[in-house]
């Protein structure tokens, strides 16, 4: 069974970091584009930060650019998410997602994990 499962969500306050992690079983996550996405109450679904699986290229949303950075642990299975500088608007529920192709269009992705919440406040 094909499963991806999110954690490290939490309750920050603004300028603090966390650290998402993204885990698989089932499949190899190496072999897929990952992404991670985030939707706050009321609000679409939004593209983040993603990277590939070819050569490892990664993008970001101009939101978050310069203060997330994605990256792979092949040896784990896992995709991180590390998260700097957070702001209230940062927060919402944060998705991985595994696909063929890097974008931030949650349409292009197939497998999907449940969430974490990440609440940034003071």
């Known amino acids: 069974q094909l499963q991806l499962v999110e954690s490290g969500g939490g309750l920050v306050q603004p300028g603090g970091s966390l650290r998402l992690s993204c885990a698989a079983s089932g499949f190899t996550l190496d072999y897929y584009a990952i992404g991670w996405f985030r939707q706050a109450p009321g609000k679409e679904r939004e593209g983040v930060s993603c990277?590939?699986?070819?050569?490892?290229?990664?993008y970001y949303s101009d939101s978050v650019k310069g203060r997330f950075t994605i990256s792979r642990d092949n040896a784990k299975n896992m995709v991180h998410l590390q998260m700097n500088s957070l702001k209230p608007e940062d927060t919402g529920v944060y998705y991985c997602?595994?696909?063929?192709?890097?974008?931030?269009?949650?349409?292009?992705?197939?497998?999907w994990g449940q969430g974490t919440q990440v609440t940034v406040s003071s």
């Open positions: 990277i590939s699986s070819s050569d490892g290229s990664t």
């Open positions: 997602a595994a696909g063929s192709e890097p974008t931030m269009s949650p349409n292009d992705y197939d497998y």
